[in-house]
C-alpha cells in the first residue's frame, strides 16, 4: 500500500510541472508574450520610409505586428467612417491636420501615461533576460510646445472633456512626422530668357516679375503666362495661398471657435477683402499683372509643361515634378512676403492618431510617440524627403537641398482651421475667388465665405 502511495507521489511530483507550465509568469511576461497587430491606415504615405518606423518598433516589442494599408485619397475619408461605422477601422491612422475637429469625436487622445512591457538584461556576472511593466509618462504639454514647431502645438492640442460635470483639459489628440510649407516654384530656362536672376522674395517684386514675364499676343490672349494664381478651380492649393495672402496682411482668421477673417482691422482697413483683390488681379485682364484665366489646364499641368513661370506647391510636389517633368529645370525659393511686417507661411501636413474604438490603443499611441522622436523620425525624413516636425533636426535639415528651403519656413509656418468641415472651407475659398472675379463687393463676398466656414464650427 506504502509502495502505491510512493509511486503516485513521485506520479505528480513529474506531471505538475507540465500541467503547470507558464503559471509562473508574472503580468509583464503576459503581456509581452501576447500577439498584438495594429491596423494602420493612410493615405500618401512613403511605405518604404514608414516601414523602417515599425521594424524599429518590432526590435523593442517583438509581439506587435502591423497591418498596414495606404489607401486612394478619394477613397479614405468615405472608408474610414464605414470601417468605423462597421466596427472593422484602423487602430491608429492619419488625417490633415485641418481635419482634427471632424475626427475629434471618433479619437482617443494620449493618456497621461502608458504601461508597456520591456525585456531588459540584468545582472552583471550572469546576465539574464528580465520582463518589467514600465510606467512612462507620455508627452506633456510643454514638451510637446519645446519639441515641436509652433504650428503643431496649436493644431494638435486641444480641449478633451469626456466627463460634461468635469472642466475640460487640453489632451494631445495627434503627432505629426512632418510639416511640410507652401513655397515659390520657379522655371529656370523661362526667367534666364527674361534676364530674371533671382526668384522673388517679396510680393511687389513677385508682381514686377510676372509683368516681365508675361506674353500677350495681337488677340490679347495670354501666349505665356508667368504664374498660375488668380482664379480658383484650376490652381492648385488656391484656398491655401489666399489664406496665407490673408494671413500675411494681418487678418485674424480665427478667435474664439469662430472665423473671423471679414472684419475689419486699425485704419480701416479690410486685410482680407485686400489679399482677396490682390490674388484674383493676377486673372483680371484690366490690370497689368493680368497672367492667369479660368480657361487654362490645372497650374501643376501648366507648370510641367512649361506653360507657366511660377507654381506655388509644397514639398511632395518636388518628387512628382521629377517624374512628370524629368527635362523641366525648375528652382524653389521661399514663399514671398510683404515688405513691412512679420514673415508668415503655410503649414500643410498630415498627424497620426488612435482610434477611440481601438483595443490596442495604448500599444498604437506608444508606437506614434516611438515614431515621432528625434532618433527614430530622422531616418524617416532622409528616407521620404519630407520637412521635419522637430525644432531638434531643423538645423540638420538646413543642409539639404531638397529640403531646406520649406524647412526654413517652419517657424513661421501657420494654419488657421480648426473647425469639423476643412472641405466646405476649401470651397467657400474657391466660390470666394470665382465670386470676386465677376465684379461683386469684395467685402460682402468675404462676410459670405466667413459666414459658410462658421457653419462648420
Not at 506587435?64 to 494599408?69: A, E
Not at 529656370?188 to 500677350?216: G, R, S, Y
Not at 466660390?431 to 460682402?444: F, M, T
Amino acid at each position: 500500500m506504502r509502495l502505491k502511495i510512493l509511486s503516485i507521489i513521485l506520479l505528480a511530483t513529474l506531471v505538475s510541472p507540465l500541467f503547470g507550465l507558464g503559471c509562473g509568469q508574472s503580468q509583464a511576461e503576459k503581456e509581452a508574450a501576447a500577439p498584438v497587430t495594429l491596423k494602420v491606415w493612410s493615405v500618401f504615405e512613403d511605405q518604404e520610409a514608414f516601414t523602417s518606423l515599425m521594424n524599429a518598433y518590432r526590435g523593442v516589442h517583438s509581439n506587435v505586428s502591423f497591418d498596414f494599408r495606404v489607401l486612394r485619397y478619394d477613397e479614405y475619408e468615405k472608408e474610414l467612417l464605414r470601417a468605423f461605422a462597421t466596427g472593422e477601422g484602423p487602430d491608429l491612422f492619419s488625417i490633415h491636420n485641418t481635419w482634427i475637429g471632424e475626427y475629434e469625436d471618433l479619437i482617443t487622445p494620449l493618456p497621461k501615461s502608458l504601461t508597456i512591457p520591456y525585456t531588459e538584461i540584468t545582472g552583471t556576472l550572469k546576465k539574464e533576460k528580465v520582463t518589467v511593466l514600465r510606467e512612462e509618462k507620455s508627452l506633456t504639454e510643454q514638451e510637446l510646445k519645446n519639441n515641436f514647431v509652433g504650428v503643431v502645438y496649436n493644431d494638435v492640442l486641444r480641449d478633451y472633456q469626456p466627463d460634461p460635470k468635469k472642466e475640460a483639459e487640453k489632451r494631445i489628440f495627434a503627432l505629426p512626422l512632418f510639416v511640410d510649407t507652401l513655397a515659390l516654384y520657379s522655371n529656370t530656362d523661362l526667367l534666364n530668357a527674361a534676364n530674371i536672376a533671382e526668384p522673388p522674395t517679396t510680393w511687389q517684386a513677385f508682381q514686377d516679375q510676372v509683368k516681365t514675364l508675361t506674353k500677350i499676343n495681337t488677340n490679347g490672349d495670354i501666349s505665356q503666362s508667368a504664374a498660375a494664381i488668380g482664379t480658383g478651380e484650376n490652381v492648385e492649393r488656391a484656398s491655401d495661398i489666399l489664406a496665407v495672402l490673408m494671413l500675411q496682411n494681418g487678418s485674424t482668421m480665427e478667435k474664439g471657435g469662430h472665423a473671423i477673417f471679414s472684419e475689419k482691422v486699425t485704419g480701416d482697413r479690410y486685410p482680407a477683402s485686400e489679399a482677396l483683390r490682390f490674388y484674383t488681379d493676377f486673372a483680371n485682364p484690366v490690370k497689368e499683372v493680368y497672367t492667369w484665366t479660368a480657361d487654362m489646364n490645372d497650374s501643376y499641368d501648366a507648370f510641367t509643361n512649361g506653360k507657366t513661370a511660377f507654381f506655388f506647391g509644397y514639398a511632395y510636389h518636388q518628387p512628382l515634378l521629377k517624374v512628370d517633368a524629368p527635362k523641366l529645370d525648375f528652382r524653389i525659393s521661399a514663399l514671398p512676403q510683404i515688405e513691412v511686417g512679420k514673415a508668415v507661411n503655410l503649414a500643410n501636413y498630415w498627424v497620426w492618431t488612435v482610434a477611440k474604438a481601438s483595443a490596442n490603443s495604448k500599444w498604437a499611441w506608444d508606437f506614434i510617440q516611438f515614431a515621432s522622436e528625434k532618433e527614430q523620425v530622422a531616418e524617416y525624413l532622409s528616407t521620404s524627403k519630407k520637412p521635419t516636425a522637430l525644432r531638434g533636426l531643423i538645423n540638420e535639415q538646413a543642409e539639404d537641398p531638397e529640403v531646406n528651403i520649406f524647412v526654413s519656413q517652419l517657424l513661421t509656418a501657420e494654419s488657421w482651421y480648426h473647425g469639423k468641415d476643412a472641405g466646405v472651407v476649401e470651397e467657400a475659398f474657391t466660390d470666394l475667388i470665382d465670386s470676386a472675379l465677376s465684379g461683386d463687393v469684395l467685402e460682402n463676398l468675404v462676410k459670405s465665405a466667413q459666414n459658410k466656414v462658421n457653419q462648420t464650427y
